[in-house]
């Protein structure tokens, strides 16, 4: 769920992500990925969604949907993710067996 309860994030295996309104069950919009999406999480001000999958990191504006950023660096799939509550960082769990701490407003790794 968004922060604010009004749309559900899920991913999967072929569909990348799909944004539901929470309400209605409509279909909002689908993020395209290459790569079965393992793990979601939004920012508490709900501004991002930041979804994992093999590859990279990839951060969504949720006004527009539109990608704003990748963050790079683990090796093989990310398997989970969660965001501080002050929407500054990133914790991030790979299957290269490294965890991450990454900076949201760099989108650097800390």
Sequence with gaps: YSPDNTQIATG??????????AKTGELI???KHDWIVSSLAWTLD????????????????????KQTATLEGHENYVNAISSSHNNRLLASAS?????????LDTNLPV
């Design 12 to 21: 999967g295996h072929d569909d990348g992500v799909k944004i539901w309104d």
């Design 29 to 31: 919009k689908t993020l």
């Design 46 to 65: 709900g501004k991002k969604l930041i979804t994992a999958s093999k590859g990279p990191i990839r951060i969504f504006d949720t006004a527009t949907w």
């Design 95 to 103: 299957h290269d067996r490294t965890a991450r701490i990454w900076n």
